[in-house]
């Protein structure tokens, strides 16, 4: 009774807008729309919204719309769609005659105390159908899990080392000459004995012929004053002949033999400075770039070397261990009694390993006392010759080794500002967080000890949480997760993981106190 309905009729006004879209609804056989626009005015009241609402429930509204203080409504039947004139609003002033929907009491009081109870009653039947159809289950997290590995392990030191020849022979001239020729490869392996440079001999021949005539000469004066003291001899012992000529003679011979040793001294000078002129490797081993050029004057003084030779096969390298490393070294070395020292490493310029170990030859007889190091020296072998003097190495040698060590991947260490943790699974999957102290990374495994704390479950055999180590450390001790095998990725960075640090209020472990996260006394 408190609608009122039109159609196929002129409104009061003589709007036939909503009638037309009705009948073109009618003729398309579209279905209704799926949503509902209701356009209220501020003027409205919560009574006219009631009724409007009954309204729609029981006449199957899909439409509402506001037009110059009217109310339509779009219902669908079974065989048209039609508009309706719910109502116009109180105070229009289009409209002659306003009207309101409070003039009839019952009716807005049912809709009011309708529109109460619909949250109570939507509410009743959505847990009716929500226990029909089962609760969600929470979301349970999946994290990924690993074994605790326990091993021997070796702890590794590493050094920079030097390499240098095992022999460094510096190759200079012994005379002065003029170059004539470089019978060698640059930077070529050499023997020894093998021609390196020719210096012009000719001088160096001249004065050695010229040593051997003076040699010669004093040789034949030598063999006449001889034949003076043989004749001089039986002519004294008859008068013939004075004793001061016999006396003469005799100081003549030992003169003339002093003066022939000279002589044989300097043509075995001229000689060995002849030899010079041929400059020959002294040792086998790698010749450097020659200085020199063909044509130019050497001089024993030069403050060049002509060349280098070095024997760098087996290569020598000098490296600088610290006391205490060196105190270690020595002890593995007692343990395995090598011959040749311990082994060691070697790490080349470019990151790649060398494919042969180098061993120690000597150690310095004192320790620097302001570095607090060591001079080791160490070969390698070096049979490709890749190996150069100059370049520098890094030597990685074993110090020492740690028994039946604890191993865990370095991503799985959570750490907050006092104390780092591992997170482990019990029995039903539920994480628990347990102290530890970490030692050094080795091989990307990271080395720990587990610290006692009361009435931890922890066991050698419980699964630690490497991926998903934040989420499980939340719903420590309250809900299990879902853990699955660890899968490693090459990517993942070896070093401990840091995210873990931003993790600040992370829940403290049980056993432990919040303010003062401490590891638990054994």
Known sequence: AAVHRFHGEKA????????????????????????????????????YICSIILFIHYNNVTYISHRRGHIFALTFGKKEAKFVRLAALSGNPVCKQPRSFMYNKPLTIAATTILLCSPVIILSSCEKKDAGAGQPQALVPDVQVTKLVTEDVPIKAIWIGNLRGTEDAEIRSQVTGYLLSKDYKDGAYVKKGQTLFQIDPRPFQATLEQAQGRLEQYEATLKKYQLDVERYTPLVKSGSVSRKQLDDALQQVQETEAAIATAKAQVDQARINLKFTTITAPISGLAGLATPSIGNLLTPSSPTPLTTISAIDPIRVDFNPSDKDFLDLSSLDESSNGKKGFKFNVILPNGTLYPQQGYSVAADRNVDTQTATINVVGHIPNPNLILRPGMFVRIQATVKILKNATLVPPRSILSNQSAK???????????????????????????????PMPNSTFTKDSPIVVEGIQQAARLQGQAPVNPTPYKHVVSQPVMPSVGAQSFEKAKTPEGMHHDNAQPASK
Do not use: C, W
């Open 421 to 451: 943790f591992i997170v482990y699974l019990d029995d039903k999957n539920i994480p628990h967080m347990q102290v530890v102290q970490t030692g050094p990374v080795v091989d990307g495994m990271q080395v720990i000890d587990i610290i």
């Open 12 to 47: 009061e006004h003589g709007r036939h807008a909503p009638q037309k879209t009705a009948d073109l609804l009618n003729a398309s056989g579209k279905p209704p729309f799926a949503a509902l626009s209701v356009i209220i005015t501020a003027r409205n009241n919560i009574l």
